[in-house]
């Protein structure tokens, strides 16, 4: 089983706010969520991490329900720029394995002016 | 001042021949890895050192064989290479305590013809 589920593609345009949201419903107590941005031929990102209810930094905002079994990245305001790839992850240590960080195959995110 | 850095960038060579790629970090960091990202882009991990020490070694061919000489240097040494080697060799380091923030370098695109 995937320990998580995101959108494959998603489509927004210059100036909006874009928000992708992560399932992943075998979440174990100790494991964090974190997100990271690809560009192409760069390696990713990391953009933010949350354990549980908000967490806010100047690239984005990270939204966890109490259950924590989802979880919302919200850009606000996107340009061109934002166009790439977000991974969502789960877990609390590197690796893979039932509580290993591993990359899935992430959301193609593509802003048009 | 390049965080996690990543030699050479671009390499192509032919089956069979022995190869290597260095990566070296200047944030401090206790802990590295190297990841292999595929045609289709999917991104796993192969190796994590901490502190000079293997703590990870996922499902990786013997051929593949990592050095760290230091905290600041994880070196991955590939031997006898194959076609399916061809991909994408990102490094990266992360924090005491924090494997989920990690730090990518730029890459390196490996062709084995």
């Known amino acids: 089983l995937a320990k998580t589920t995101q959108p494959i593609s998603m489509d927004s345009y210059e100036g909006q706010e874009v928000n992708i949201t992560c399932s992943h419903n075998?979440?174990?107590?100790?494991?964090?969520i974190t997100w990271y941005q690809q560009f192409p031929s760069q390696g990713p990102r990391f953009i933010i991490q949350?354990?549980?209810t908000k967490v806010t930094n100047e690239v984005a905002s990270l939204f966890i329900p109490a259950d924590r079994k989802s979880s919302t990245l919200s850009l606000p305001r996107v340009s061109l720029s934002d166009t790439a790839v977000y991974y969502c992850l789960v877990g609390d240590k590197p690796g893979g394995g039932a509580d290993g960080l591993t990359f899935g195959k992430g959301t193609h995110l593509i802003i048009q002016p | 001042d390049t965080a996690v850095s990543q030699t050479p960038k671009y390499l192509v060579t032919q089956m069979g021949n022995d190869k290597s790629i260095k990566c070296e970090q200047n944030?401090?960091?206790?802990?590295m890895y190297w990841y292999k990202q595929d045609s289709k882009k999917f991104l796993k991990i192969m190796f994590s050192y901490n502190n000079k020490e293997l703590i990870i070694n996922e499902t990786v061919p013997n051929r593949f064989s990592p050095k760290s000489p230091d905290k600041a240097h994880l070196n991955l040494h590939i031997n006898s290479l194959e076609l399916g080697d061809s991909a994408v060799y990102f490094c990266?380091?992360?924090?005491?305590?924090?494997?989920?923030?990690?730090?990518f370098g730029p890459g390196t695109r490996l062709t084995v013809t």
């Open positions: 944030l401090g960091h206790d802990t």
């Open positions: 990266a380091s992360s924090p005491r305590g924090a494997p989920y923030e990690q730090y």
């Open positions: 075998n979440i174990a107590t100790n494991d964090y």
């Open positions: 949350g354990y549980k």
